[in-house]
C-alpha cells in the first residue's frame, strides 16, 4: 500500500521526456499539482515560476546539469524551504556525495519506486519540514 502525502507542488525536472510526463501523470492521479521541465536551466526558471513545494530533477542534463542547477536554486533563498530530491540513474557514492553537496535532500534511484516516493513526501509537511 502507497502510504499517501497530502497533496504537493511538484516540478519534475527531466530530459527524458517520456519519463518526465509518465511521472508528472502519476503523480497528478495521486493528488499533487506537477509542471515539468526538460533541463536544469528551465528548472531554475521554473522554480522561480511555479513555486514548487518539492523539485524531483536528473542530475545528468544538457546545458545545466542537476548539480548545478540545484546550487542555483539553493542560492534564492526565496525559494526555501523547498525540497530538491536527485532522481537519476547515478548510484555510486561519489553521486550520492555531490548530490547532497549541491543541496538536495534525497537522492533516489531511477526507476523511482512510487511507494519510496510516496513515503518520502509524506515525511515533509505542508511547509517542506520533515513532521515531528
Known amino acids: 500500500m502507497i502510504a499517501k502525502s497530502a497533496p504537493r507542488r511538484i516540478l519534475v525536472v527531466d530530459d527524458n ?5 509518465t511521472l508528472a501523470r502519476l503523480l497528478s492521479l495521486l493528488g499533487h499539482h ?8 528551465e528548472a531554475v526558471a521554473r522554480a522561480e515560476t511555479f513555486r514548487a ?17 540545484a546550487r542555483r536554486i539553493r542560492e534564492q533563498a526565496h525559494l526555501q524551504p523547498l525540497k530538491l530530491v536527485a532522481l537519476t540513474g547515478w548510484s555510486q557514492e561519489e553521486h550520492r556525495r555531490r548530490s547532497a553537496e ?31
Open 102 to 132: 549541491s543541496g538536495f535532500d534525497a537522492h533516489l534511484l531511477k526507476p523511482v519506486d512510487v511507494q519510496v516516493l510516496e513515503s518520502l513526501l509524506a515525511e515533509w509537511s505542508a511547509d517542506g519540514t520533515p513532521k515531528s
Open 53 to 69: 513545494d518539492v523539485i524531483l530533477m536528473d542530475i545528468g542534463m544538457p546545458r545545466l546539469d542537476g548539480y548545478q542547477a
Open 34 to 41: 506537477v509542471d515539468t521541465a526538460r533541463d536544469g536551466l
Open 17 to 21: 521526456c517520456d519519463a518526465a510526463n
